[in-house]
């Protein structure tokens, strides 16, 4: 765990619940869970990059990850392993130092690659099986964050969070 320097995370069943409602000018909604967004704001402050990778595009999503700090957004991606390669080597990063939260087949690629794979509750049996990490929360619903604590508890970085609130003696549990 003390190698993950990057999480990557895909939106539509991951950080929404899935559901694409549109509005009045035919724009994507996207609902956001605000635990998602708080566990992913302590990321890049841990020295973690955050990093949104997703095949659809949307204006809201560039607005949620400008709003929590995710500072590498990939919309419209087709190729999501080639797409995160490019962005590694910018980074100077490897593939085995990414985790990524996913749900589906289009995901697959780079879950296969990485060095930390982690599933939603709501994903599909495909990612569920090559993930080493399977949330109890569906996307959408704080699974980010359930996946974001696993990762800071294992790396023993979580009670750095819990002691910038005061809380941490609550960092034992």
């Known amino acids: 765990m003390a190698d993950i320097r ?3 995370f895909d939106v539509d069943g991951v950080l929404t619940d899935g559901q694409l409602l549109y509005g009045e000018r035919n724009e994507p909604l996207r609902a ?6 708080f566990a992913i704001h302590w990321l890049e402050k841990l020295g973690v990059v955050p990093v949104i990778l997703t095949g659809k595009s949307s204006v809201g999503v560039e607005t949620r990850a400008a709003e929590i700090g995710i500072p590498y957004v990939i919309q419209g991606s087709r ?3 080639a797409d995160l390669k490019r962005l590694l080597e910018k980074l100077k990063l490897e593939l ?4 990524m939260i996913a749900d ?5 690629p780079v879950l296969q690659a990485c060095g930390y794979p982690i599933a939603v509750a709501n994903a599909v049996p495909e990612v569920k099986i090559v993930a080493r990490y399977v949330t109890e929360k569906p996307g959408g619903h704080g699974a980010a964050r359930e996946a974001l604590e696993h990762l800071l508890r294992a ?8 002691a910038h ?9």
Do not use: I, M
């Open 6 to 8: 990057c999480v990557v």
């Open 79 to 81: 190729d999501k392993l």
């Open 165 to 173: 609130y005061g809380a941490a003696t609550a960092a034992k549990t």
């Open 32 to 37: 956001f869970h605000v635990h998602d967004g």
């Open 104 to 108: 589906d087949l289009p995901d697959l």
């Open 155 to 162: 790396d023993g970085r979580w009670s750095e969070v819990l």
């Open 96 to 99: 085995d130092q990414v985790a």
